[in-house]
């Protein structure tokens, strides 16, 4: 009996300790359970709220002209891809795209991707920090309403997609966030003065660019420093394309376009030394320059840019072509500049050069390089449609035939 109630007693407490055992599995596999469905709920309204905020974004970008059917996310799309496209396309509409005709940056981009992180919860515009740029917003207003106007007329959209271009172009400019520059626009046969509001800080000015088959490069540079009385280095290809066969035929081209000749030391020569008609494109060891004064090429200021193309802003011994044509594309792909004083005194910061300047002319000068208290940015672009300094929408000729 005794023996009994032993084993009656141990098998109690054996199917206790397996109750508990067997409860405490139970209630953690409850527990795990509630919280895998808590885990999955709030994983679900992370997933909601993120493609709520890339919904916003994407509203938003479609309105200043970014093509956001690049940022769609699939159905089945996670929080961290989801996430990732959001933060792309608010890179982009901040910064833009580099745009396809840029040859050359001569400017250190700035890019913060930091701020991208405070859009996860809440979209604002004001997260972008260049919407107070006055032409952006001005032409975001055109761009809105041409794009209402499309609805009923197919044909605006080439005009949308031009617009769309010039908006990109100044996100691009974000990148180097310069307080003022110099944009010369080609097709606008244009160069303005501008601070980081959008200000004008001078007239707008006439500038004459290069010829369709002489293209002036799009590029971001600065302006290194500034040469008065500046000798103008002809290029080897115009020397030996242009001049040579000029000179073969009768060496006074030379005296009368005020040309030198200098050698491999850059010592100048006597033109008549030279057995011209032995030398060739490929044959030709020498350095053609042109003496300063006004008769020279480059005019009396040249603004020397940082790139490797030879391609600068200067003045012109030709100054008349501002008034007497329109045809603003026919240099050899520098930008001569109608009002090379004003801007050079702007760069400069104190009026280094006079009203009479331009017209004394002074001669035997030797070239006198400026400094510039610091480097200046130029942005050299191709903005078929843009704004005026009045706001109004333009859209210019296509004169390399290249906005297609």
Request: proline residues 5%; glycine residues 4%; positive net charge.
């Amino acid at each position: 009996m005794e023996k009994r109630k032993l084993w009656i007693g141990a098998a109690v407490v054996v199917a206790l300790v397996v109750l508990f055992f067997v409860g405490r599995e139970i209630s953690n596999w409850q527990q795990n359970k509630q919280a895998a469905s808590t885990e999955q709920a709030q994983q679900k309204r992370m997933v909601a709220q993120a493609k709520q905020t890339l919904h916003q974004v994407c509203r938003y970008a479609d309105s200043v002209g970014i093509d956001t059917s690049r940022f769609t996310v699939a159905t089945s799309a996670t929080f961290d891809e989801i996430t990732s496209k959001t933060h792309q396309l608010l890179m982009e509409a901040r910064y833009g795209k580099k745009p396809s005709m840029m040859v050359f940056d001569g400017l250190d981009e700035k890019l913060d991707s930091a701020w991208v992180a405070k859009a996860d919860t809440s979209f604002t515009p004001s997260l972008l920090s260049n919407t107070s740029f006055m032409p952006y917003k001005q032409l975001v207003g055109h761009y809105n309403r041409l794009r209402n106007q499309s609805k009923n007329n197919p044909a605006i959209a080439d005009s949308l997609r031009l617009v769309r271009q010039t908006l990109n172009f100044y996100r691009y400019i974000n990148r180097f966030e310069p307080d003022r520059f110099v944009l010369v626009n080609i097709p606008a046969g244009e160069l303005n003065v501008l601070d980081k509001t959008g200000r004008h800080m001078l007239p707008a000015m006439r500038v004459i660019a290069g010829k369709k088959d002489k293209r002036t490069p799009c590029m971001t540079t600065y302006i290194k420093d500034i040469v008065a009385y500046p000798y103008w280095n002809v290029p080897k290809s115009i020397a030996t394309k242009e001049m040579l066969p000029k000179i073969q035929k009768d060496v006074a081209f030379l005296y009368n376009q005020n040309l030198e000749v200098l050698d491999s030391r850059n010592k100048v020569v006597d033109p008549e030394d030279v057995d011209w008609n032995e030398l060739s494109e490929t044959n030709f060891p020498y350095r053609i320059r042109q003496a300063s004064g006004c008769e020279n090429s480059l005019g009396l200021i040249k603004f020397d840019l940082e790139n490797p193309l030879a391609i600068y802003l200067h003045d012109t011994n030709g100054r008349d072509l501002f008034t007497v044509t329109n045809d603003r594309w026919r240099s050899h792909g520098c930008v001569r500049v109608q009002k090379p004083v004003e801007l050079a005194n702007f760069v400069l910061g104190k009026e280094t050069f006079d009203a009479g300047f331009m017209n004394r002319c002074l001669i035997d000068q030797k070239p006198q390089t400026l400094s510039i208290p610091k480097p200046f940015p130029v942005f050299i672009t191709y903005n078929v449609a843009d704004v005026d300094a009045a706001g109004r929408l333009r859209f210019y000729k296509d004169v390399y035939e290249v906005a297609k």
